[in-house]
């Protein structure tokens, strides 16, 4: 049985700044991340990188298992309900220990190092799929992601509580999922070591813009993408409880076109037929997971350019004037809106202002701004920030 490390590489480099981190294996299945840190960070020291980086190892007894979690999922632990009631308990199961020394790097890693800083979490999927770009839809996320020759996919905090990225985006810091392909594909772990290759020059560690191998990698992920940078909204989930008897019909991978009336699934003997005509997105071939499969489409470019100048403006200052619509925490960006309201307004009137919405009781929402929490002045002197 493999043993792994918690730090599997930490570098500090000729420059206190920036700093870059790396989560893999959050998902003990999922190793291909882990094995792309050790590969691609071998040729770096601290004579010839120019920050601090750090690979960190997730869910290590789930690792050492080869299972996704194993008493319940650490990647839908970070709200911070939970880690305030994690912290008050006695006893604690597996995944909660680990959220805990996971905390107390990543406080560690703030407290003592220099800004700005990146948080990238390496993961694989269970079905085939082009390797891409989850993010919480903040706008330093989607200038920092477009530079990666991916599809991005947008919503995904919508859908999801807890995710780790969801909560550190939740403290203004730029943080992206990876996704780099199937769990045991060769070509996942290439992929990966793809992209952490990108990514130490796209923060600035390393100078490599202009280099062949930069290039090489650079043409690997843009033929291995397809889509290059298009831009994908999360609309709908098809959500399972642990014990339900689920399973997806054969030969669906994410980014597949989908048409409305296709079975996709059988769920506790009934079929289940898409609701849309739309592109499938990480549909679920493993025993352990509560997401069956999501539905996404496609951002029209017209409408992402707009959103930008209106956060920029700053026009969700006027929402809270509207009826039915109040502050839940200014300071926060949350907003509270009485269901009745809500019913006039479409989800993608929310987001063009970059608030989504979480139901929290029969009448009422709360929308989450992350332009509001974002720390922006940390990345505006960025070269990917202009």
């Known amino acids: ?43 770096f020291t601290q004579d010839n990188i120019l920050g601090n980086i750090y690979a960190i190892a997730g869910n290590l007894k789930a690792l050492d298992e080869n299972q996704r979690y194993l008493d319940e999922d650490l990647n839908r632990l970070w709200t911070n309900n939970n880690i305030t009631a994690i912290k008050n308990k006695k006893k604690l199961n597996s995944e909660e220990r680990e959220l805990l020394t996971l905390l107390q790097i990543l406080t560690h890693i703030l407290e003592t190092n220099t800004p700005p800083f990146y948080f990238i979490d390496l993961h694989t999927t269970s079905s085939k ?14 200038r920092f ?74 043409h690997q992920l843009k033929n291995a993408g397809i889509y290059n940078t298009h ?20 030969g669906f991978d994410s980014f597949q076109t ?26 679920l071939y493993q025993k352990k997971g509560s997401e069956g499969f999501f539905v996404i489409k496609s951002i029209n470019t017209m409408f992402l350019q707009l959103s930008v ?12 004037i509207l009826p039915g619509i109040i502050w839940h925490n200014k300071e926060q960006g949350v907003l509270k809106v009485n269901l009745k309201v809500a019913k006039f307004f479409a989800k993608p009137f929310f987001h063009l202002l970059g608030y989504r919405s979480k139901q929290t009781d029969a009448t009422h929402l709360l929308l989450y701004n992350r332009e509001r929490v974002a720390k922006t002045e940390m990345y505006k002197e960025e070269h990917w920030y202009r």
């Open 129 to 142: 799929s082009l390797p891409f770009i989850t993010i919480n839809d903040a706008l330093i996320n989607r």
């Open 231 to 250: 831009f994908f909204e999360i609309i709908d989930l098809y959500r399972i409880s642990k014990n339900d008897q689920f399973k997806m019909c054969n």
């Open 309 to 320: 100048w209106l956060r920029l403006l700053k026009a969700d200052n006027l929402l809270s």
């Open 258 to 283: 989908i048409r409305k009336g296709e079975k996709l699934a059988i769920h506790e003997q009934s079929i289940i037929t898409s609701q849309y005509n739309a592109k499938i997105f990480m549909p």
């Open 145 to 218: 992601s477009k530079q990666f020759p991916v599809p991005i996919v947008l919503g995904i905090e919508e859908y999801l509580d807890g995710a780790l990225l969801s909560y550190i985006n939740q403290l203004g810091y730029v943080s992206i999922g990876f996704e780099s392909g199937q769990h045991d594909d060769i070509q996942a772990f290439r992929n990966h070591v793809a992209f952490i290759n990108l990514a130490l020059a796209y923060t600035g560690i390393i100078k490599e813009f202009h280099t062949d191998k930069f290039k090489a990698y650079y």
């Open 1 to 43: 049985m493999a043993h792994f490390n918690r730090i599997i590489k930490q570098i500090k480099g000729l420059k206190n700044s920036p700093t870059l981190v790396f989560f893999g294996g959050i998902h003990g299945n999922e190793k291909a991340g882990i094995n792309a840190l050790k590969e691609a960070l071998k040729p």
